[in-house]
């Protein structure tokens, strides 16, 4: 019996000083990551306060929206409607490519026209 202890506190002793040669066995090397911050300047394709929205209305329901008076610098350029009321958006859509000053945008899903009190755009590029 004295024998069988032996050999059990030996296991256990030699379990502890494994362990930690184990766990040292596998280096971990760490890399830091840097947050930078800057400015970048964004060009504009044009001025767009001759930009003209309307509706396609089917059964009272907005659709789409249909701009025209879109800057032609702005052509091939990728146009994205939102609309809402009171700043809640009621359905949105895009992007879609400007062609000839203009672009369609399929409002999904469609807003009771009476709802829509205003129209959010974002145009990116060309």
Request: overall charge positive; aromatic content about 4%.
């Amino acid at each position: 019996m004295r024998w069988t202890r032996w050999w059990a506190g030996a296991a256990c002793v030699a379990c502890v000083l494994a362990v930690p040669a184990a766990a040292s066995a596998r280096s971990v090397t760490t890399t830091p990551k840097k947050l930078g911050a800057g400015r970048i300047p964004v060009a504009s394709c044009g001025t767009i306060t001759g930009l003209q929205p309307n509706f396609t209305i089917v059964g009272g329901t907005v659709t789409a929206v249909v701009f025209t008076g879109i800057p032609t610098t702005c052509n091939a350029g990728s146009l994205s409607a939102t609309v809402t009321n009171a700043g809640t958006s009621l359905g949105a859509g895009g992007p879609v490519t400007i062609a000839s000053g203009a672009a369609t945008v399929p409002i999904s899903p469609g807003a009771a026209v009476g709802s829509v009190t205003h129209v959010r755009i974002a145009i990116v590029g060309p």
